[in-house]
């Protein structure tokens, strides 16, 4: 079993940045992808960026050009990168590891975190 723990979300004024983080609790070698999506109140949840084994990645339109995600070289951790926040990105994220089915943004993946909330004001 393997866990996933966020953390670097906070509170940002717009224009700002955060740095998310999650680490799984063992390494993920055999994931074919990790993901961050977010979920904001009253809405669904929805893919914002996507990390494929071999260095693929995937964004949101919304978010393409802001944010970015990485992985370090032991594979155990993912970052989100968000840069000129906005108000519209308020919303608990959550990294996802280990996609089941079809390709993001599909949500069939098999580890997800708790999420980290992040709140930006004007």
């Excluded at 968000?82 to 519209?88: A, R």
């Amino acid at each position: 079993q393997v866990h996933l723990v966020e953390s670097g979300g906070g509170s940002v004024q717009a224009g700002g940045s955060l740095r998310l983080s999650c680490r799984a609790s063992q390494y993920i070698y055999n994931s074919n992808c990790v993901a961050w999506f977010r979920q904001a109140p009253g809405k669904e949840r929805e893919g914002v960026a996507a990390f494929y084994d071999g260095g693929t990645t995937y964004y949101d339109p919304s978010v393409k050009g802001r944010f970015t995600i990485s992985q370090d070289n032991t594979k155990n951790t993912v970052y989100l990168q968000m840069n000129s926040l906005q108000l519209e990105d308020t919303a608990m994220y959550y990294c996802a590891a280990d996609l089941l089915r079809g390709s993001w943004p599909s949500p069939d993946f098999r580890y997800w975190g708790q999420g980290t909330q992040v709140t930006v004001s004007s």
